[in-house]
T-cell receptor, first 113, second 113 residues
């Protein structure tokens, strides 16, 4: 299995531009999570899905952030418009519904200038 | 709400030293507990886990015991190597681990030869 695949690995964009981050979970995993990691705030859960349905989006910072999961093999996290404070590493993770723990992707390092 | 507190880093040790990274938690139910490790430029990897009181998780020479009476899950290793240098995260999850993980702030470990 190729694991959780995220793209792009690095993204540099100008303030005000739209940014789309992509994630392909492990086949058969019913849960998908989006996390943000910064030095100041550590790891923050943004949103998670179960069977493609958003379950908890209380961590989404504001209306500029949106996430979708149109099918079991693909999810996107979109920021529109982007701001410098959105600069962070964004991780996607997936898991089966048991106590095995998550599998994380390698992350997308976003820099907004 | 649920929370995880880890000892503050950074922690610097010499090779072959004994390692302890403290982790305590607050949870309303009976969570599963995890340790994740993050190597530079990578996503988090599950290191070990425990799902009930007195369980001991172990992997790669690391171990941690689920102590319900002290609400702790301290990570230990008897003899660390340079390759153990990474950031270590303690985490918990209620409801069997399928739902969201709550992470501690991470502890950066550096092992000097």
């Amino acid at each position: 299995d190729a694991g959780v695949i995220q793209s792009p690995r690095h993204e540099v964009t100008e303030m005000g531009q739209e940014v789309t981050l992509r994630c392909k979970p492990i086949s058969g995993h019913d849960y998908l999570f989006w996390y943000r990691q910064t030095m100041m705030r550590g790891l923050e859960l943004l949103i998670y899905f179960n069977n493609n349905v958003p379950i908890d989006d209380s961590g989404m910072p504001e209306d500029r952030f949106s996430a979708k999961m149109p099918n079991a093999s693909f999810s996107t996290l979109k920021i529109q418009p982007s701001e410098p404070r959105d600069s962070a590493v964004y991780f996607c993770a997936s898991t089966e519904p048991d106590a095995r723990g998550y599998t994380f992707g390698s992350g997308t390092r976003l820099t907004v200038v | 709400g649920d929370s995880v507190t880890q000892m503050e880093g950074p922690v610097t040790l010499s090779e072959e030293a004994f390692l302890t990274i403290n982790c305590t938690y607050t949870a309303t139910g009976y969570p599963s507990l995890f340790w994740y490790v993050q190597y530079p430029g990578e996503g988090l990897q599950l290191l070990l886990k425990a799902t009930k009181a007195d369980d001991k998780g172990s992997n790669k020479g690391f171990e941690a015991t689920y102590r319900k009476e002290t609400t702790s899950f301290h990570l230990e290793k008897g003899s660390v190597q340079v390759s153990d240098s990474a950031v270590y995260f303690c985490a918990l999850s209620d409801h069997g681990g399928a739902q969201k993980l709550v992470f501690g702030q991470g502890t950066r470990l550096t092992i000097n030869p």
